[in-house]
Nanobody, 118 residues
Framework: QVQLVESGGGLVQAGGSLRLSCAAS????????MGWYRQVPGKQRELVAA???????NYADSVKDRFTISRDNAKNTMYLQMNSLKPEDTAVYYC????????????WGQGTQVTVSS
């Protein structure tokens, strides 16, 4: 089974930057898609950005041009560079690997808190 460990959250002032990391382990197979989600209390978890093993990316409209998702396939690690942070970016950020049928089940990280003060 895939295990995911996030790091890099914290408290930052509006306009600042943070970089999140997600290290994947436990899979005998190449991990294809990976993504970052975020959730605030009382709201549904939402997709922030996603990336395939080939480097194709997609972003939520709210973070386009401010966040950059990347990955190092050799290290099985995904990153989220967050610039120009806004208070509305405050959330718990989760790393996700979608299920690949027959290879591995869906996996979630434990979450890392990002707080942006105004």
């Amino acid at each position: 089974q895939v295990q995911l460990v996030e790091s890099g959250g914290g408290l930052v002032q509006a306009g600042g930057s943070l970089r999140l990391s997600c290290a994947a382990s436990g899979s005998r197979f190449i991990i294809n898609a990976m993504g970052w989600y975020r959730q605030v209390p009382g709201k549904q978890r939402e997709l922030v950005a996603a990336i395939t093993s080939g480097g194709r990316t997609n972003y939520a409209d709210s973070v386009k041009d401010r966040f950059t998702i990347s990955r190092d396939n050799a290290k099985n690690t995904m990153y989220l560079q967050m610039n120009s942070l806004k208070p509305e970016d405050t959330a718990v950020y989760y790393c996700n690997v979608p299920q690949r049928y027959g290879l591995y089940a869906e996996a979630w990280g434990q979450g890392t808190q990002v707080t942006v003060s105004s």
